[in-house]
């Protein structure tokens, strides 16, 4: 999985970029950004685990 494809699943798993950036304590602009840079920045990991319920794992968002 490459790291926009981790970024659209938890996209896709949280219901959207607005509950993702909720979730995330983020602003949407933030969430969006990152789609733009087709990654998720590696500090958020952990947290993209935690709130996917393991379905986006860390080694996703780092495209390994």
Same mark, same amino acid.
Do not use: C, H
């Given at each position: 999985?490459?790291?926009?494809?981790?970024?659209?699943?938890? @996209?896709?798993?949280?219901?959207?970029? &607005?509950?993702?950036?909720?979730?995330? /304590?983020?602003?949407?602009?933030?969430?969006? *950004?990152?789609?733009?840079?087709?990654? @998720?920045?590696?500090?958020?990991?952990? &947290?993209?685990?935690?709130?996917?319920? /393991?379905?986006?794992?860390?080694?996703?968002? *780092?495209?390994?």
């Amino acid at each position: 999985m490459t790291k926009k494809q981790a970024l659209l699943k938890a @996209i896709r798993v949280m219901g959207g970029k &607005k509950e993702l950036a909720a979730s995330m /304590g983020v602003g949407y602009t933030a969430v969006d *950004f990152w789609l733009r840079q087709g990654f @998720i920045p590696p500090a958020n990991a952990p &947290k993209i685990r935690d709130i996917t319920d /393991g379905r986006v794992t860390i080694e996703n968002v *780092f495209g390994i």
